[in-house]
């Protein structure tokens, strides 16, 4: 049941409330990122770290979470390294509940981990098709439904950010099921808003699109240099990215940190694309004299 007078009281507040920098700040807010120890999801658990969240990773890869963790320690904040297989909703269940009696609250919730494989959809296996599923769909609902009620009961509202993709919304042939689970997050996010707004945890969603992560280029940092590649693979780029370049994990890590601070108060059931433009771009591409063509 909704308490409308309590909503009118802290829409009220809200009126006087003066913008500050330090809303960006996370400041002892506990975070739980899926898929944490590398990539996308190393980047976010970094950032929130770096803007005052302890911040447990969940990751299959043992290695990797307690080096994460270690980082995490290294920025002056408490990490967590759980090592785990997101696709097993126990383990998952029981994962974030040792968050919650670790750090005592839990306030932000980064649905990162995925994965995907190209092939033609007809000669995709059963087993492949339930994998895609399971890393992709199924693990965001169980970390939601794990994590939503800890939220809840710490009454202090909260935050949670699923990583989508960018080919969750438009076509990815070669990559028809794993395109069609991150359209599922992006209707999932819609209807958690929905559902969780009257315990003040707004759902919102992140779609990247070329990301330079240790698993694609390496761990490099900063705008891509055209002179590291050759030049048609560079050509090749610029005409699709309308900022003729590739991202970088902190990209996402920064609109993630948005997204879980007061900065991003009235938004929610949103999908933010972090792309380059290449989902607004829809068809056009950048002729290497400058001029902007569509593919027809």
């Known amino acids: 049941m909704v308490d409308r007078d309590n909503l009118m009281v802290v829409a009220r507040d809200v009126e006087r409330v003066e913008l500050d920098p330090s809303d960006i700040l996370l400041t002892d807010q506990v975070a739980v990122v899926t898929g944490g120890g590398g990539g996308i999801g190393q ?32 920025l002056g904040r408490r990490g967590l390294g759980i090592p785990g297989d997101v696709m097993d909703a126990e383990f998952l269940t029981g994962a974030i509940a040792r968050v919650g009696e670790h ?49 809840i009961e710490g009454g202090r509202g909260g935050s949670i950010v699923n990583v989508t993709s ?13 395109a069609a689970c991150k359209a599922g997050v992006v209707s999932f996010t819609k209807s ?27 761990n490099r940092v900063g705008p891509v240099d055209p002179e590291s590649w050759a030049d048609s693979d560079f050509d090749t780029l610029a005409s699709v ?13 920064s609109t993630a940190i948005w997204l879980c601070s007061r900065m991003s108060d009235y938004v929610t059931g949103v999908t933010v694309n972090v792309d380059g433009g290449t989902w607004a771009s829809s068809g056009w591409l950048r002729e290497p004299d400058g001029r902007w063509t569509q593919h027809t």
């Open 43 to 74: 980047g976010i658990a970094l950032g929130l770290a770096r803007f005052g969240c302890d911040v447990a990773v969940i990751d299959v890869v043992p290695e990797r979470c307690t080096a994460t963790e270690a980082a995490i320690g290294r």
């Open 103 to 151: 750090f005592g609250r839990l306030d932000i919730l980064v649905n990162n981990a995925g994965g995907s494989r190209s092939g033609s959809f007809l000669s995709q296996p059963a087993g492949s098709v339930r994998r895609h599923v399971d890393i992709n769909l199924f693990s965001l609902f169980f970390a939601t439904q794990a994590a939503a009620p800890l939220m």
């Open 166 to 178: 960018i080919e969750g919304l438009r076509a990815a042939p070669g990559f028809a099921v794993y």
């Open 192 to 218: 958690m808003a929905l559902e969780l707004a009257e315990h003040r945890i707004r759902v919102n969603a992140l779609a990247p699109d070329h990301t330079i992560t240790p698993g694609t280029r390496g």
């Open 241 to 253: 990215v309308p900022l003729g370049r590739e991202g970088i994990v902190e990209e996402c890590a």
